[in-house]
Nanobody, 121 residues
């Protein structure tokens, strides 16, 4: 399973960005897909996750500003980010957890490469 993220970049405060991440490989199902971020000098933190059944969970500081969505048919997860602030500057990583591949279940976290999001005027 490989995860490919895209959509990062430089945006002004108050602006918006949309990240996308596609999982490829011999995938039957993915239980959870989502986004994490890591700012310089800080630990990686969960931003938003989306379960196969449609449940979502957000980090407190992004609630009401970020929206995670998923196209299960395409094994793709999106993160719509609005009202961005400098505090959102970080490398964003997509992740997949609980993958069924060729009938076998893998209870582990897969990571994509990071994509830089910089919020600055």
């Amino acid at each position: 399973v490989q995860l490919q993220a895209s959509g990062g970049g430089l945006v002004q405060p108050g602006g918006s960005l949309t990240l996308s991440c596609a999982a490829t490989g011999d995938i039957d199902l993915i239980n959870v897909m989502g986004w994490y971020r890591q700012a310089p000098g800080k630990q990686r933190e969960m931003v938003a996750v989306h379960t196969r059944t449609g449940s979502t969970n957000y980090e407190d500081s992004v609630k009401g500003r970020f929206t995670v969505s998923r196209d299960s048919a395409k094994n793709t997860v999106y993160l719509q980010m609005n009202s961005l602030t400098s505090g959102d500057t970080a490398v964003y990583y997509c992740a997949a957890n609980g993958v069924t591949s060729m009938g076998r279940f893998y209870n582990r976290q897969y990571w994509g490469q990071g994509t830089q999001v910089t919020v600055s005027s």
